[in-house]
Structures are given as structure tokens and as C-alpha cells.
């Protein structure tokens, strides 16, 4: 299309320029030329002339119109902001999503070199640059110098010049992300354009206090090459007009808003403003891939029986196996039983006795505490629709967690989820015999243009009735599928 566009548009111009230098020769023939023809002539040479100036000072421009090379993990450079005090506790997340052997390209930060064996393969390590010039003015102790250092790592990193980068990713020593899904999110925009992309805070009360329009640098954000060299130019200039700031992300959500551009909202990064069991966030996620996780010091361990660094081991074995599907919820329903079945893949799966009803399915439930420990209202309102988790053990749906992940050589992927017991809680009805689910899938591949109008997929569950085991297949819907009991 674009070889056809361009030949096309060459032609129109080289008649163009035909018709002028033939009208150009008839005008040095005076003698074949009246008054009136003269009058022609000039109209006519002034018309072609127009018209070439503005087929050749405005054409289009085919280099940015012409299809790239589809985005991989290669052309994502990720900056991970640590310290020396930090970074020997926290260099574990990195090694969840990132190895020298892998194609990911990550480099660390920190205010001082590490210790021998401290850097030891997690991702080469940086020495900040010298920030003591720059103001720093926020009063009453509440924030940290270090916040212009990190900050500033969105130019130095820009500086190295780093060859194929399409994206600059920003996160903390302790974000986790996703680096698959990261990339198909990434590549449903063109990266030749200025774009500021991540998410804000859960916490409405957090959104009060540093911005609903700034994307908050532990869940992670991402900035277009073009933005970001843009951005490293000035950048020094912005950290002198904003020493009251308090944190490293209010810094660049500043310099990028004098830049006349906003925030390009994605669900899929999470700053995780909360503490405690995430399991209502993680069991009923949006309807997009899961980029990033942060906070996780602050959270209880995701599986049960696991410290917190083989509970995400354990998650990122079902990532590996299939990283677009991970925690995307699917509801299916059995009506010879009457059970409502919520499964977030590769986590776990909620058996609940009669019909629920999807929407209500979608809110999450409050398994988890707010950031600020605070009695005030605001401290434990957030950004999303909420609804209660029974202080009753049994009146809680049965819930089933990950225990292990298959795949074969054709995308068939089966996994597998074993029964959470509840002491002294015994359930009179279809689910008391349950105690393993089995989920096939076929691995979650979307395009770009699936990616930009997603689909919650639905599920069957197999019959013959099932005893002490189900078995549940995710597939797409129909077009006009309902996800309903059907009654």
C-alpha cells in the first residue's frame, strides 16, 4: 500500500512539473503570444506553481505512515531505581522477570557501587550522578533527598544511548513486572509519538494527595523514545522549579506535564496502595494483562504455606506457561448444581454455591487493609467497586489455589488447582467432595487490534457430573454468548 501510495503521488507530481516547464517555453515565445494569451499563460503558470508548492511542502510523510517491525521485549530498556541499602534484599524480584540470559534489557540505579556479590548477574549496576545542586525543599521531614536522584534517572538513563530502545520503562527494586504482557501492551501504540503511560494509585487517598493524573513510579510506567529524549533535554531545568515535591514520580509527571502531555491510563500497572491478603485484587483483576505488581514487602505471602518469594515463584510458573492469561478472571456456571465458578488463571479458582451474577463478581472483594493506617474515611476508600469478605470463614466461597502448570509443544496448557481446607467448616451441598480442578486452555494470544478491544473468554464446565474433581475448558465466546447460569 505504501509502494503504490508513493508511486502514485511521484507521478502526480512529475506532471506537475511537465506542465510548468511547457507552459514555462510557450511564455519566451513572445511572438506567439497576444495579450490575452499572455493573461492565460501567467493564470495558468501560477495555478501549476501553487499547486506543486503544495503537493511538495506538504506531502505526506511515508517514513512515520510505514509499518515497523513488531515491538519485542528488545526494544524495552527498564531503569529499576534501588539503593546500595535496598538492593541486596530486593535484587530477588528483579531476578523473577529478568536474567542475563534473557533479551531484557535492564540496568539498576543506586546511590553508591554494590559490594562484591551484591550485583552478582540480577542486572548490571549504575552509580547515580551527582544531584546536590538541585533544590530540595520539601519541610517537616516527610520525604527523602534521594527522591531528585531517582528521578533523574529518567535522563541519565536516556543519556547512554542505548541503540533500539522504543520504549524507557521506570520502576522500583521491588515492582515485579510482566514483562511479556508489558510488551503487548506497549505495542498497541506508536512509540515515533510523545506518550506517558502507566496508572495511578488504588488509593483515593493517595490520588488526593500526589496527583489522579500522575502515574506513580512503583507500579511502573513507560515513556516513547521520542518523549523520552525529549524529556532528558530538559529534565535538569524541571528538578530546579520543583524542589518541594515529594516523591521521584511527582518530579516527571511535572517536566512531562510542561511538555503539554498527559497521562495514557493502563489498568494493568498496580502501585498496590494496600497491605494484607491481595487475594481480592488479584482473584478479580480488570479485563487487562497484568503489566506490574509493587509494594510487595507490604503484602502477605499470595499462596498459602509459602514465605513471599516462593508464593511468586510459584505465580510465575503459570506466567511463563501462558503470561497474557495470568489472573484473567473467567466465570463460568453449572446449573445441574447450581454453582458459580470465578477462575483467575494460574492463581485460583472460588466455587460458590447458587448464582452470582457476573457483575457482582467483578468488584473485589476487601481482603486487604489500606496503606495509611489511619481511622479516617478516606484512608480506606479506593478507586474501584468494593464488596465485603465475610468475616465467616464459611460463608466464604471455596476457594482452590495453583498447584502446578503443563504445556505441550501445541499451546495446550493444563492447570492444575488443589482445595484451600478451612478448619471446622464443612459445606452440605455439590462442593463438600470437591478437592482438585483441573483448567484446559489453549495459550492467550491477541493482536494488536484484540489487545485494543479486549474480550473476557468463557468456560464450560465437563460433564459427567464431577465427585471429588471437575474439570473446566476456557474458551472464546460466541458472539452472542451471555456469561450467565441461564435460568
Known amino acids: ?23 514555462s517555453l510557450l511564455f519566451v515565445m513572445p511572438k506567439a503570444l497576444t495579450p490575452s494569451r499572455l493573461k492565460a499563460l501567467l493564470l495558468a503558470l501560477s495555478l501549476f506553481f501553487n499547486l506543486y508548492l503544495l ?17 519485542t521485549r528488545r526494544h524495552l530498556l527498564f531503569a529499576i531505581a534501588s539503593s546500595s541499602r535496598s538492593w541486596p534484599r530486593r535484587k530477588h524480584y528483579l531476578r523473577l522477570w529478568h536474567s542475563p ?34 533544590p530540595y ?36 527494586d521491588d515492582t515485579v513486572f510482566f514483562v511479556d504482557n508489558l510488551v503487548q501492551t506497549l505495542a498497541k501504540y506508536d512509540h515515533d509519538r510523545w506518550f506517558y503511560i502507566g496508572s495511578n494509585s488504588e488509593s483515593y487517598m493517595q490520588n488526593v494527595k500526589y496527583g489522579f493524573d500522575m502515574a506513580f513510579g512503583g507500579g511502573g510506567f513507560a515513556i516513547s523514545h521520542s518523549l523520552a529524549k525529549v524529556l532528558a533535554r530538559v529534565f535538569d531545568s524541571c528538578l530546579m522549579r520543583y524542589g ?33 491478603n491481595l487475594f481480592g485484587m488479584l482473584s478479580a483483576h480488570p479485563l487487562s494483562p497484568l503489566v506490574s505488581l509493587h509494594h ?13 518469594t516462593q508464593a511468586l515463584e510459584h505465580l510465575f510458573k503459570a506466567v511463563k506457561a501462558d503470561p497474557a492469561r495470568i489472573v484473567q478472571q473467567t466465570v463460568c456456571y453449572d446449573r445441574t448444581h447450581s454453582l458459580t465458578v470465578s477462575v483467575a488463571w494460574g492463581y485460583a479458582i472460588q466455587v460458590y454455591d447458587g448464582n452470582e451474577l457476573l457483575p457482582d463478581l467483578l468488584s473485589l472483594q476487601k481482603t486487604f487493609m489500606p496503606w495509611r493506617r489511619s481511622r479516617s474515611i478516606e484512608a480506606s476508600q479506593y478507586m474501584f467497586k468494593m464488596r465485603d469478605y465475610p468475616r465467616d470463614t464459611c460463608k466464604r466461597p471455596s476457594i482452590f489455589y495453583l498447584e502446578s502448570v503443563v504445556s505441550n509443544n501445541h499451546g495446550g496448557i493444563w492447570s492444575n488447582y488443589t482445595r484451600h481446607n478451612v478448619e471446622n467448616c464443612s459445606k452440605e451441598n455439590a462442593i463438600k467432595k470437591l478437592k482438585h480442578i483441573r483448567v484446559i ?43 450467565s447460569m441461564n435460568i
Not at 533479551?103 to 540505579?109: I, L, V
Not at 511535572?254 to 494484607?276: I, K, Y
Request: charged share 25%.
Open 244 to 276: 518541594d515535591l515529594y516523591g521521584s514520580d511527582s518530579r516527571v509527571f511535572s517536566c512531562v506535564a510542561e511538555l503539554g502531555v498527559g497521562l495514557t491510563h493502563e489498568p494493568g500497572f498496580h502501585q498496590v496502595d494496600m497491605r494484607g
Open 441 to 483: 486452555s489453549q495459550k492467550l494470544e491477541l493482536d494488536v487490534e484484540e489487545m485494543k478491544a479486549p474480550r473476557r473468554q468463557c468456560c464450560n464446565i465437563l460433564e459427567p457430573s464431577f465427585n471429588d474433581s471437575m474439570t473446566i475448558i476456557i474458551r472464546r465466546c460466541r458472539d452472542d454468548e451471555l456469561i
Open 296 to 308: 510487595l514487602d507490604a503484602a502477605d505471602p499470595i499462596f498459602p504455606n509459602m514465605n513471599n
Open 137 to 172: 525543599t520539601v519541610g517537616g521531614g516527610g520525604g527523602l533527598r534521594s527522591a531528585i536522584r531517582v528521578a533523574r534517572v529518567v535522563k541519565e538513563i536516556v543519556d547512554r544511548g542505548e541503540a533500539e530502545v522504543r520504549w524507557y520503562v521506570f520502576g522500583d
Open 55 to 71: 503537493f511538495s511542502l506538504h506531502a505526506p510523510d511515508y517514513h512515520i505512515t510505514r509499518r515497523s517491525s513488531p515491538t
Open 101 to 134: 540470559a534473557s533479551s531484557t534489557r535492564a540496568f539498576a540505579f543506586l546511590d553508591r557501587a554494590a559490594y562484591p556479590g551484591d550485583d552478582d548477574g540480577a542486572a548490571p549496576v549504575i552509580v547515580s550522578g551527582d544531584t546536590s545542586r538541585f
Open 1 to 23: 500500500m505504501y509502494q503504490k501510495s508513493k508511486r502514485k503521488f511521484n507521478s502526480f507530481i512529475k506532471a506537475i512539473r511537465f506542465w510548468y516547464l511547457w507552459l
